[in-house]
T-cell receptor, first 114, second 113 residues
Framework: DAGVTQSPTHLIKTRGQQVTLRCSPK?????VSWYQQALGQGPQFIFQ???????QRGNFPDRFSGHQFPNYSSELNVNALLLGDSALYLC?????????????FGPGTRLTVL | DQQVKQNSPSLSVQEGRISILNCDYT??????FLWYKKYPAEGPTFLIS?????DKNEDGRFTVFLNKSAKHLSLHIVPSQPGDSAVYFC????????????FGKGTKLSVKP
């Protein structure tokens, strides 16, 4: 059983460009959450998708958007990249979570913005 | 403003001894707390959790203690093993949320043989 997978592993972009990151959840999971982990920090919640809709959103600007497909996979899009967007982007999946549900994380995509 | 704080960036422990990792929080709406372990180049892996209605939860070598009045929790690892060397994150989930997690900055644990 494959766990959470993310692609690509690494990505280098320049300021102003746009990027799309992809995530496939663990088998049986229907909810995908995205987190940003800057260097030396803990993961920070971006948003969560359930039933193809954004259900919750953290404190991130509209440049960050996402999508969930009928097969529960998800994309994270970031427009107008800034240097400060350089980080590890983690995808986490769970089964219609409630408080206390342990999410399963993928290995992340390392984004570098030059 | 950090709602979940791990004030020790690193901790070094001898193999076989106890590792104690600490976490403080500020938000009274948190009702679940989780610990994750992260190795380099891997995503965080869930270790153990505790509900705010409990003060202790144990799973093998791992025990989490919660002191609600002090808004403090700790993770005890006994005995510590070299394979436990990793970054440990404390995370909290708030009442009414759909499981989105608020993380601390992490504590890097080194267990020396």
């Amino acid at each position: 059983d494959a766990g959470v997978t993310q692609s690509p592993t690494h990505l280098i972009k320049t300021r102003g460009q746009q990027v799309t990151l992809r995530c496939s959840p663990k088998s049986g999971h229907d909810t995908v959450s995205w987190y940003q982990q800057a260097l030396g920090q803990g993961p920070q919640f971006i948003f969560q998708y359930y039933e193809e809709e954004e259900r919750q959103r953290g404190n991130f600007p509209d440049r960050f958007s996402g999508h969930q497909f009928p097969n529960y996979s998800s994309e994270l899009n970031v427009n107008a990249l800034l240097l400060g967007d350089s980080a590890l982007y983690l995808c986490a999946s769970s089964q219609n979570p409630t408080p206390g549900t342990a999410a399963f994380f993928g290995p992340g995509t390392r984004l570098t913005v030059l | 403003d950090q709602q979940v704080k791990q004030n020790s960036p690193s901790l070094s422990v001898q193999e076989g001894r106890i590792s104690i990792l600490n976490c403080d929080y500020t938000n009274s709406m948190f009702d679940y707390f989780l610990w994750y372990k992260k190795y380099p180049a891997e995503g965080p892996t869930f270790l153990i959790s505790i509900s705010s209605i409990k003060d202790k939860n144990e799973d093998g070598r791992f025990t989490v203690f919660l002191n609600k009045s002090a808004k403090h929790l700790s993770l005890h690892i006994v005995p510590s093993q070299p394979g436990d060397s990793a970054v440990y994150f404390c995370a909290a989930s708030a009442r009414g949320s759909q499981g989105n997690l608020i993380f601390g900055k992490g504590t890097k644990l080194s267990v020396k043989p």
